[in-house]
DNA sequence: GCACGCATTTTGATTAGTCAAAGTATAAAT
DNA sequence: ATTTATACTTTGACTAATCAAAATGCGTGC
């Protein structure tokens, strides 16, 4: 059985992937907060239990192994985020570290039954696509609103920020997943975007952040 | 904060202590499935933390702040344990093992939100007692089917017997708790015990399981 | 009053995960 | 082609938790 870390781990490189290039140690060490020479060291425990390939200087990539396993855990993750959100009535900022610490505590068992309870969700309340339990996971690309056309409507898809501050705003603001949205200007010089709202509403937003919003044309499901 | 490895500590002195009598190193041991040796050197780790009092050679007690993490983690326990069977209509003879991961991970937030759910339970669905938020538990002393009275009816309070097969036969039997029943014989030679349901089905226990069965008498409550 | 048995404690070693800091490879720049 | 910047790897050390096995203390019985 993998440990909690080794799950974090997996997890991470997942997330890191894009494509098919190799994941570099320094974006896994700064994605778990570990100095590089830490991720070396596993990386190697890693690839001798065949859940990963490391090409070394290079980086790594997850082997269909490895890649299962970290499925799993992001399933949980999801999962118990929507939980946390549609049963429990938490707040969307508040259950990213809240399932940080569950997805390693509960049984494959347990999360079926969450699953049944929710509806099969696709997604989670930040518009994540929820892995299935085989380990199919949607990875469509999306505009953002730092990409997308000016004045079309778009549907937002998912919010990729994951801090308790921004998703906290984002809330007030109505930026949330599912809600239909347009963006009126975008100032490369000022790096800022401004977006209406359906109730009207017009809110400014930096371009790191207009990045972090995925978005689709509004017809699209 | 204590590592989820101390809260195992913790509960299990906790489980394990009667009256105000000290613990010893050997029960400590037998209920974490470790080595004397390992728990001795726990100890030292505790005490220093003012969490425990070691008394070489004698045993130990929990101290105030220890006994405060001990039934906080005894509360996650037995609150997850009701929140399975109540809400993910999870199987009683299955809940014990889940909660013992999930007691480390979960938070006083998402406790207290699944205690609402629940309707502020005061009992799991073993009928052990839930400690409140502020640490009270009910340690009232029961009789068991090993004591009890004869053909007097009692109430079942709780089952003390976390073994999954046992408690898969006692639900199959009836015998939960909530259930009015009946000492029917009790044969000391023999070692066993009949007993008669609401439904008038007879049951016969060995004098081991009897005693892990705890009743007040019926009117009680 | 002495020895015996037994639980407890000590000692030395192991594993997983981590860091700091020194060493090394490589791609880009001159 | 040599230098240089930068990321990667290695090394040595540390902590938490554990075990096996040897050493120790202590109450009981004789």
Chains 1, 2 share one sequence.
């Not at 490369?188 to 017009?202: C, F, K, P, Y």
Request: charged share 25%; aromatic share 4%.
């Amino acid at each position: 059985m993998a440990t909690s870390t080794v799950e974090d781990y997996l997890k991470t490189i997942l997330l890191k992937s894009t494509g098919d290039e190799l994941v570099s140690m320094g974006k896994i060490a700064e994605g778990l907060g570990v100095v590089p020479g830490t991720v070396t060291t596993m990386m190697k425990n890693l690839a001798e239990q065949a859940l990963i390939e490391h090409y070394p200087r290079q980086g790594v990539r997850l082997t269909e192994r490895g890649r299962l396993i970290a499925l799993n855990v992001l399933r949980k993750h999801r999962l118990i985020e929507t939980f946390l959100v549609a049963t429990l009535k938490m707040d969307w900022s508040e259950v990213h570290v809240e399932a940080e610490r569950l997805e390693h505590a509960i049984s494959d068992a347990v999360l079926d039954r969450i699953d049944a309870l929710l509806g099969n969700p696709e997604t989670d309340p930040h518009g994540d696509p929820i892995p299935s339990r085989q380990g199919k996971l949607d990875t469509g690309i999306y505009d953002t609103l730092a990409t997308c056309a000016i004045d079309a409507p778009v549907r937002m898809v998912r919010v990729t920020d994951q801090s308790s501050d921004f998703l906290q705003f984002a809330e007030r603001q109505k930026l949330i997943p599912g809600e239909t949205i347009r963006v009126l200007t975008r100032t490369e010089v000022a790096g800022s975007v401004t977006v209406q709202l359906d109730n009207r509403q017009v809110v400014t937003l930096g371009f790191r952040q207009a990045g972090s919003i995925q978005v689709a044309s509004a017809g699209t499901g």
